[in-house]
């Protein structure tokens, strides 16, 4: 499968600040996801997009899929402590069934 | 998540043995899809099911690994003979309709943690 580019791979931030972490490929994608993944669980859906250029919000979650398609971006505004977690970006290409997923973005948010 | 049943959540087994991973699609849903995840690495597609079938197992090793979706009962992840570098989390996803369509992402279950001594 293609290999996506998250960035940072973490942050620390402190408890009200704003976050943003993107993805990008090398090949174009007809849908982007975002999952939070907590210790020892499994990756939980956030976002989901499916047309180039459109933009989705979940309460403080904001994702937008690139006029490219071969990126994505995810802003967490006004961040809480309970943010904490490892966020995944996931593509799929029109023609497959697999989810390529990046590598993570580990969020620390102290209070 | 909690819709996608897996067991068990943790798994030992010693080298040589056979590894079981079961999971559970949410109710209705007929697509079932295996990701494995290596520790501080994203998850990896290993295979697609769909009621008796396999649809795309292209993310399988060729050897000693195998999945199954009955018509009754539960997908399975058969792993045989496992080895040190089988240890990782395995996450099952399931779907109504096919992969990823609109409205149909995937959602995940809490995984099965094995580790091969």
């Known amino acids: 499968g293609q290999q996506l580019n998250q960035s940072p791979q973490s942050m620390f931030i402190q408890e009200g600040e704003d976050v943003s972490m993107n993805c990008t490929s090398s090949?174009?994608?007809?849908?982007w996801l975002w999952y939070k993944q907590d210790p020892g669980e499994g990756p939980v859906l956030l976002i989901a997009?499916?047309?180039?250029?459109e933009l989705t919000s979940n309460g403080r979650l904001t994702a937008q899929f690139g006029i490219t398609r071969k990126d994505s971006f995810l802003n967490i505004s006004a961040s809480i402590p309970s943010d904490v977690g490892i966020y995944f970006c996931a593509g799929q290409e029109n023609s497959g069934y697999a989810l390529n997923f990046g590598k993570g973005t580990s969020l620390l948010v102290t209070p | 998540n909690a819709g996608v049943m897996q067991n068990p959540r943790h798994l030992v087994r010693r080298r040589g043995q056979e590894a079981r991973l079961r999971c559970s699609p949410m109710k209705g849903h007929s697509h079932v899809y295996w990701y494995r995840q290596l520790p501080e690495e994203g998850l990896k597609f290993m295979v697609y099911l769909q009621k008796e079938n396999i649809i795309d197992e292209s993310g399988m090793p060729k050897e000693r690994f195998s999945a199954e979706f009955p018509k009754e009962g539960p997908s399975i992840l058969r792993i045989q003979q496992v080895v040190r570098g089988d240890s990782a989390a395995y996450f099952c996803a399931s779907s109504p309709t096919g992969p990823s369509s609109y409205n149909s992402p995937l959602h995940f279950g809490n995984g099965t943690r094995l580790t091969v001594t």
């Open positions: 997009l499916y047309k180039a250029g």
């Open positions: 090949s174009i994608f007809n849908t």
